[in-house]
């Protein structure tokens, strides 16, 4: 087990989670059945030296990787929230111009959040909501399966971090979805 599974199974033990709970522990997202399908829910913090070395580029990745944890459920998201922190204008205006940048680019809206300018660090947290018609779960993956990688080579590292970007200079209809999006519930149906 990885360390950063072992995190998890610490957390789910300190909140009390049981594995006979119908929603599992431990994937990409939270997948919460809902009549034919599955809503699914994920958060993602974003290292704050990363956030204040590369503000705008660490906006966009906060939703890029939120987009990512949905997409590998097999589901479509449907909206973001945030939660910036920081003592720092300039830095926070990075943040959420990479943010908006990226929900443009991904035709994801941000809808709502929370921002603190008066914190004593600068943090970044973004949650995704998002939907699958049909769930793909690392739980009913078996041994002997084949796994497969799939990379867009079209990037370059950026900076001396370990960041592959493929991504920012890429077009729009790269990034979103082929298949048609499935429209959401109207409000009373949920």
């Known amino acids: ?4 599974k072992s995190d998890i199974a610490i957390a789910v033990q300190r909140l009390g989670i049981s594995g006979d709970s119908p929603i599992r522990v431990g994937d990409d997202t939270a997948a919460i059945p809902r009549g034919d399908g599955y809503d699914l829910l994920a958060c993602e913090g974003m290292d704050p030296h990363f956030v204040v070395r590369m503000p705008w580029f660490a906006g966009w990745s906060s939703v890029m990787v939120n987009l990512s944890d949905i997409a590998a459920m097999g ?3 449907k909206a973001l929230v945030n939660a910036i922190w920081s003592n720092d204008e300039q830095v926070a205006g990075e943040v959420l111009d990479g943010m908006r940048d990226a929900c443009t680019a991904f035709d994801v809206p941000m809808v709502g959040g929370h921002t603190n ?3 004593d660090s600068t ?9 699958a018609d049909h769930l ?3 739980f009913d993956a078996t041994p002997g399966q084949s796994l ?4 867009d080579l079209e990037g370059e590292w950026r900076g001396q971090d370990p960041f592959w970007d493929a991504a920012t200079s890429a077009t729009p209809d790269r990034l979103r979805p082929t298949r048609p999006r499935r ?3 109207r409000q009373g149906d949920c």
């Not at 087990?1 to 950063?4: Q, R």
């Not at 497969?148 to 990379?151: C, E, K, L, S």
């Open 1 to 4: 087990m990885s360390a950063l």
């Open 75 to 77: 589901g479509t998201a």
């Open 117 to 119: 300018l008066h914190a």
């Open 123 to 131: 943090q970044l947290s973004v949650s995704v909501f998002g939907y």
């Open 136 to 138: 793909l779960t690392s």
């Open 148 to 151: 497969v990688m799939a990379v």
């Open 183 to 185: 429209q959401y519930a």
